[in-house]
C-alpha cells in the first residue's frame, strides 16, 4: 500500500522557518522525483519545489528560491522542505507528491497545514 505522510506544519511567525517532512513507503522511493506543493484558500495547487530521483537536481518557483531547500534521505524514503524567512503569502496546505515518468505514477500525501501569521 502506497503512502506519504507529511508532518512539520503549523503556525508560524513571519520570518520564521519550519521544516516540513515526508515519508514514503509501498513504492521504491529513489526511482521518483518528489516534490512539493502547496494550496492556499480559493487557490489552485501549485508546484513550490522539486528533487530528482538522486537527489542531484532541485527546482523550485521563484518566490521560494533562497528562502526553501528541498532535500531527500533515500535511505530513509523521505524528503524534506526547510522553509526559512517564511511570509504570510506562504500560507497554505503543503502537499508532498511522487512521480515518475516512464510510467507515469504519481503519488499524493494528505497534507500539511502551514500558517504564517502575527
Known amino acids: 500500500q502506497v503512502q506519504l505522510v507529511e508532518s512539520g506544519g503549523g503556525l508560524v511567525q513571519p520570518g520564521g522557518s519550519l521544516r516540513l517532512s515526508c515519508i514514503a513507503s509501498g513504492f521504491t522511493f529513489s526511482t521518483y522525483a518528489m516534490s512539493w506543493f502547496r494550496q492556499a484558500p480559493g487557490k489552485g495547487r501549485d508546484l513550490v519545489a522539486s528533487?530528482?530521483?538522486?537527489?542531484?537536481?532541485?527546482n523550485y518557483v521563484t518566490s521560494v528560491q533562497g528562502r526553501f531547500a528541498i532535500s531527500r534521505d533515500n535511505a530513509k524514503s523521505t524528503v524534506y522542505l526547510q522553509m526559512n524567512s517564511l511570509k504570510p503569502e506562504d500560507t497554505a496546505v503543503y502537499y508532498c507528491?511522487?512521480?515518475?515518468?516512464?510510467?507515469?505514477?504519481?503519488?499524493w500525501g494528505q497534507g500539511t497545514q502551514v500558517t504564517v501569521s502575527s
Open positions: 528533487i530528482s530521483g538522486t537527489g542531484g537536481a532541485t
Open positions: 507528491n511522487a512521480n515518475r515518468r516512464t510510467d507515469r505514477s504519481t503519488y
